[in-house]
Nanobody, 124 residues
Framework: QVQLVESGGRLVQAGGSLRLSCAAS????????MGWFRQAPGKEREFVAA????????KYVDSVKGRFTISRDNAKNTVFLQMNSLKPEDTAVYSC?????????????????WGQGTQVTVSS
């Protein structure tokens, strides 16, 4: 079992930056590929970014490429999402998730453990 707790979400102006954190506890964190997903009101959950167990491989949805960076610190059991040049359309609840294997995936079906989410609101 893996427990995930996100933090760092808040209200920010367009063009600003935020750094989300996801602290993991439970089983060995470095065994898991990790991902960030988001869900805006009235919309389906959307893949944002993923990182493999070592941090050497990452994947992003096209809309955030060049603006967001996913990283992890296995010694601190934490995964991060650095978000720059934020836009109003980035407004959503952001959730981190742990996959059942060590690779990367953009499908929510490959993730077994989910955090409660943190709200990110970008004002225009």
């Amino acid at each position: 079992q893996v427990q995930l707790v996100e933090s760092g979400g808040r209200l920010v102006q367009a063009g600003g930056s935020l750094r989300l954190s996801c602290a993991a506890s439970g089983r060995t964190f470095s065994n898991y590929g990790m991902g960030w997903f988001r869900q805006a009101p009235g919309k389906e959950r959307e893949f944002v970014a993923a990182i493999n167990w070592s941090g050497r491989s990452t994947k992003y949805v096209d809309s955030v490429k060049g603006r967001f960076t996913i990283s992890r610190d296995n010694a601190k059991n934490t995964v991060f999402l650095q978000m720059n040049s934020l836009k109003p359309e980035d407004t959503a609840v952001y959730s981190c998730a742990a996959a059942v294997y060590s690779g990367i995936s953009d499908s929510h079906r490959d993730y077994s453990y989910w955090g409660q989410g943190t709200q990110v609101t970008v004002s225009s």
